[in-house]
């Protein structure tokens, strides 16, 4: 074998066991995020997201909730630490690059159980807007050349909403 199949067979394997590890645990933890207003008790005691950078880049979003040790959510993101990460109490925004198109992800709360409440994907930057009883995540279309190779007009926006809980 030489030199270069051995480093791309090292690559595919490093990526296909951050995308596959069930032993996330192993990952250190970059950020603990409270996902409810109850500040005065200890964060550990809380419902919260967490999120771990693994190897080769990968990240995992944990869901743990209220009063509990282990994740009820475990989301395994190959893509890397995101582009754009937007936290709002019990709401969750990640964007995040990869090959064609961007990824992005909401995560939320609803009545204390984590859960991906949205996957999809754009070219463009996302835009995320909170508000006192929600958020919305504005994530524009992607468009295609027609065949004369000109752009169609742009379809209207796709806009989410996610309540936020207090």
Known sequence: ?????VGLLLLLVGLSCAQDNPNWKA???IATLPA???WMKPLEERQRFQIRQCWSDS???LGIEKGKADPSLVFHSPNGYPRLLAHVRNVLVFQSGGG???HVHVFAFRLGK???ALKTATKEHIEVKPSGESVTVVVPPTTYPGLDGRFPPPPPLKVYRFPIEY
């Open 114 to 116: 984590p859960y991906l």
């Open 36 to 38: 409810d207003g109850e």
């Open 59 to 61: 990240v995992v979003v």
């Open 27 to 29: 990952c250190p933890v």
């Open 100 to 102: 064609a198109s961007d």
């Open 1 to 5: 074998m030489d030199l270069r199949t």
